[in-house]
């Protein structure tokens, strides 16, 4: 036991925490563009679900990883402008839509894959994206590795995390567009076009969520499974929820559910004799503690959920 409680133990233990945190905060940061604008999309998992087996198929053919990322982002706008369309032109209910989503988008998914390979009972290793550690940073010790030693798209994922915070609270159009998610019918009479400012979102959002979802399939397991994203998009709903729709808030929800799978996996290795069921149910208890206890007094932008009637005044 003693030998599992050392210093490799705990950087190997932060290392994983950042790397499980990726995807959670590439789908968790689409939400928050998206609430930010008045949408709330609970669609993500189904988005997250289509960019992994998009980010995979490409990523296979190509023999490119990065093609499988790019091609990840744009499957999940493809797919999110079908709630765009339905939630912002037709002002359909946001939720129902979402959940929609959430059924369609995994099946479709499951259907492209079974007609992409005729033998589905055994996993079929695709590309995988390789490491790149900072030059003289990675070699600082215990935090080199734990920061300086990641996959491109993980650096990418964090840097976002300042670049959101900027654009929401320095920057004109980031203001204009906190103001459609809080009252669009006054940021309307300020010239703003509302339903453009929507559709931006919606088109952030899916590029976020694909990339989520392929990050799944081309940097974490090289492969593609049905139910691989696993729920993961509801816990990034979550993790908005509890880093109240801020950047930093939403990073460190994110880091603190990456570090509960992080540490249910070397909890497996500890005590083999445990249903391993049980171990993995850690994250999704979290969840549900964190929305219970942050989630009953919502602070959220106020349109947020709300249809917008462009013709009412």
Known sequence: MDAFFNVNFFVELMLSTVRMATPLLLAALAE??????????????GIMSFGALAG????????SPMA??????????????????CTIRLCAPQIVYGMAINIFAPALASFIYRLSFSDT??????????TMPIPVLSQIPVLGPVF?????????????????????NKTKAGLNFKAV????????????NVTLQKYIACIICGALAGMGGAYLTICYTSTYSEGI???????ALSAVIFGRWMPTGVLFACLLFGFCDALQIRFQLLSPSTPYQILQMMPYIFTLLVLA?????????????????????
Do not use: C, W
Not at 32 to 45: K, M, P
């Open 148 to 168: 300086f030693n990641h996959l491109p798209l993980v650096y990418v994922s964090y840097l976002l995390v300042p670049v959101t915070a900027i654009f929401l």
């Open 181 to 192: 998610g809080e009252f669009p019918k006054a940021a309307e009479t300020l010239g703003i």
């Open 121 to 130: 009972s055994t996993l079929i290793q695709g590309v995988s994206m390789k």
């Open 56 to 63: 995979f198929l490409i990523g296979f053919k190509t023999g």
């Open 68 to 85: 499988g990322i790019a091609f990840g982002a744009l499957s999940g706008v493809m797919i999110n402008m079908i709630y765009a369309f």
């Open 229 to 235: 994203v696993s729920g993961r998009g509801f816990i």
């Open 32 to 45: 928050t563009y998206s609430e930010r604008a008045g949408l709330v999309n609970i669609g993500l998992d």
């Open 293 to 313: 206890f942050f989630g009953i007094k919502k602070s959220g932008p106020k349109a947020n959920g709300q249809p917008y009637y462009r013709e009412e005044r």
